[in-house]
């Protein structure tokens, strides 16, 4: 199940808005697809895609990645949903001092992904529903009609 961007960005500008750190969300090949750096949306993630092969949170200190990507220092956790790692969030600082905040962001953020998956599959159940009326109402209509004219 990929991470929308939508959905990414909505969830950093809620936590965002109550923490003082800079947060990136990173979908599932290691782009990061919501910042509170705007200027590194689109960029991959090294550290993420260490996060993704590994499976486990992984803390960084100051590290330069090939000159390609200059990362600050902060902890990177793996985002999972039903069981599988759909993303990475990374939370900016030492990760000595921001290593429960990341854990309390990584929590909101899986329960917040989760409801928007509730939702969108609500919507998608209602549509279906909706669409099947249409068509069931669209048929009686059709052999009404063809009733009529042939009475």
């Known amino acids: 199940m990929p991470l929308n961007t939508l959905t990414a960005q909505k969830l950093l500008k809620k936590i965002m808005d109550k923490?003082?750190?800079?947060?990136?969300?990173?979908?599932?090949?290691?782009?990061?697809?919501?910042?509170?750096?705007?200027?590194?949306?689109?960029?991959?993630?090294?550290?993420?895609?260490?996060?993704?092969?590994?499976?486990?949170?992984?803390?960084?200190?100051?590290?330069?990645?090939?000159?390609?990507?200059?990362?600050?220092?902060?902890?990177?956790?793996?985002?999972?949903?039903?069981?599988?790692?759909i993303g990475v969030l990374g939370v900016t600082g030492n990760p000595k001092e921001v290593g429960k905040i990341a854990a309390i962001v990584k929590l909101t953020a899986e329960i917040l992904i989760e409801k928007e998956l509730d939702t969108d599959k609500k919507i998608l159940k209602q549509t279906s529903i909706n669409n099947y009326i249409n068509m069931m109402i669209s048929k009686n209509n059709e052999l009404y009609t063809i009733n009529t004219y042939m009475a």
């Open 19 to 85: 923490l003082g750190y800079n947060i990136n969300i990173m979908n599932e090949y290691g782009e990061i697809i919501a910042s509170g750096d705007e200027t590194r949306i689109g960029i991959i993630h090294s550290g993420a895609l260490e996060v993704l092969k590994e499976g486990k949170d992984m803390e960084y200190f100051d590290f330069i990645d090939n000159n390609i990507e200059s990362a600050k220092p902060g902890i990177n956790i793996p985002l999972v949903i039903n069981n599988e790692i």
